[in-house]
């Protein structure tokens, strides 16, 4: 009799043992089965949080307008050629220096002299020369910037335009249309000049020119 009744008591405690673990786990499964719904909740109130930020009261998609670099309409007369070398022809084409570096490196990280024709709270327009190379850098509006920052990123560009068709001739005015479409030049002679690098991108615009293989320049160029 004694052992029937430890027997029996044995199997309850087993069976009660079983009932509350099948509780913990029910509870367990409860908890990762919450936790899973805040997390999408959680990211869908993100998205929805990021999508009207990028939408005005109305709900439309707020986008600015692109810049256009009306190039046909730009000047085309014959300008007078530039020898590369002639650093302050080049300088003055651009206007007043606002700041002078004399401790600035070229794209290549060599020692070299940045010119700046802009105060630093307005978009850039600079000027590089180092041993090697000429460089030319600007701002390069986006869409969403505002009306004044895109119409000086158009004067800045017409500028280097000019220059290009200076030192290149025509085919230099060929290489800032190509360059404000979107195409990225290496390692290219344009009209006498070996380009290094050219593009336009991320806010930024650059023309490089390697010096050291340029050929000289003509009196004019038509």
Request: proline residues 3%; aromatic residues 8%.
């Amino acid at each position: 009799m004694l052992n029937d009744n430890l027997q029996t008591f044995v199997v309850g405690i087993i069976m009660a043992a079983g009932v509350s673990l099948s509780a913990c786990n029910g509870s367990e499964s409860e908890v990762v089965k919450d936790t899973a719904v805040e997390t999408v909740t959680e990211q869908t109130s993100t998205a929805e949080v990021q999508a009207k930020s990028d939408s005005d009261m109305d709900g439309a998609t707020v986008e600015g307008v692109p810049v256009k670099y009306d190039l046909a309409s730009w000047p085309n007369d014959a300008v007078e050629a530039v020898d590369i070398n002639e650093l302050d022809g080049i300088v003055s084409t651009f206007g007043k220096v606002v700041s002078k570096d004399e401790s600035s490196l070229d794209y290549a990280s060599n020692p070299a002299t940045k010119y700046r024709f802009m105060q630093n709270d307005k978009p850039y327009l600079d000027v590089i020369d180092s041993q090697k190379y000429l460089e030319f850098g600007w701002y390069y509006a986006n869409p969403t910037d505002s009306d004044s920052e895109k119409e000086l990123s158009q004067k800045h560009a017409k500028k280097v335009y000019q220059m290009s068709r200076q030192l290149m001739g025509d085919e230099g005015g060929k290489v800032l249309n190509r360059m404000l479409n979107g195409q990225i030049i290496k390692n290219e002679t344009v009209g006498g000049q070996k380009i290094e690098l050219a593009k336009c991108e991320f806010y930024s615009c650059m023309l490089v020119l390697n010096k050291s293989a340029a050929s000289p320049a003509g009196t004019d160029i038509s």
